[in-house]
Antibody, heavy 118, light 107 residues
Framework: QVQLVESGGGVVQPGRSLRLSCAASGFSFSTYGMHWVRQAPGKGLEWLAVISYDGNKKYYADSVKGRFTISRDNSENMLYLQMNSLRAEDTAVYYC???????????WGQGTQVTVSS | DIQMTQSPSSLSASVGDRVTITCRASQDINTYLAWFQQKPGKAPKSLIYGASSLQSGVTSKFSGSGSGTDFTLTISSLQPEDFATYYCQQYSSYPLTFGGGTKVEIK
């Protein structure tokens, strides 16, 4: 069965960097696009970024463009989110999600908490 | 950016009730509309895509309809496990955007 397991979250100071990972299993990872989505405490869902199956297409939300980078390693079945210049407003649970078809989400990871605080 | 507006933001209903949630897009999104369910402290679960197609393994008590700018999610007979927050999302254009959510609570 499809499994997506995020890791790499934690407490980080403003202005610092963090890299999130998403380990995928149970499906042919290299043939599906993937998303990152976050949820701030008590708030709704916010789409952050998408990457195509081969890594050649990437799109970002304006709120993270230029600060966050989505990438993947198909040989390791891993998805990444490099987060730089972190701000307090980046505090959230971060989810990776798998595409069913391009941009259509069918499976979600359990999430990893990121807290940006001095 | 396309704005997604859900209504109501919350509702109270009883077990067995038929519940309808509305989602309106700020511009035409054809049928590029998905619905998700989220329970407290849990990851979202995908319910519907293409405005009306059920995700694999999702019970047929959930149904979706609409196209263009107006969409609905209907739960035919509310059960205790359906009390959750529901989100719509458009994937017609970047950035993908979610509605603000509808919290379905027990009356």
């Amino acid at each position: 069965q499809v499994q997506l397991v995020e890791s790499g979250g934690g407490v980080v100071q403003p202005g610092r960097s963090l890299r999130l990972s998403c380990a995928a299993s149970g499906f042919s990872f290299s043939t599906y696009g993937m998303h990152w989505v976050r949820q701030a405490p008590g708030k709704g869902l916010e789409w952050l970024a998408v990457i195509s199956y081969d890594g050649n297409k990437k799109y970002y939300a304006d709120s993270v463009k230029g600060r966050f980078t989505i990438s993947r390693d198909n040989s390791e079945n891993m998805l990444y989110l490099q987060m730089n210049s972190l701000r307090a407003e980046d505090t959230a649970v971060y989810y990776c999600a798998k595409h069913k078809t391009w941009l259509v989400t069918d499976h979600w990871g359990q999430g990893t908490q990121v807290t940006v605080s001095s | 950016d396309i704005q997604m507006t859900q209504s109501p933001s919350s509702l109270s209903a009883s077990v067995g009730d038929r519940v309808t949630i509305t989602c309106r897009a700020s511009q035409d999104i054809n049928t590029y509309l998905a619905w998700f369910q989220q329970k407290p402290g849990k990851a979202p679960k995908s319910l519907i895509y293409g405005a009306s197609s059920l995700q694999s393994g999702v019970t047929s008590k959930f149904s979706g309809s609409g196209s263009g700018t107006d969409f609905t999610l209907t739960i035919s007979s509310l059960q205790p496990e359906d009390f959750a927050t529901y989100y719509c999302q458009q994937y017609s254009s970047y950035p993908l955007t979610f509605g603000g959510g509808t919290k379905v609570e027990i009356k």
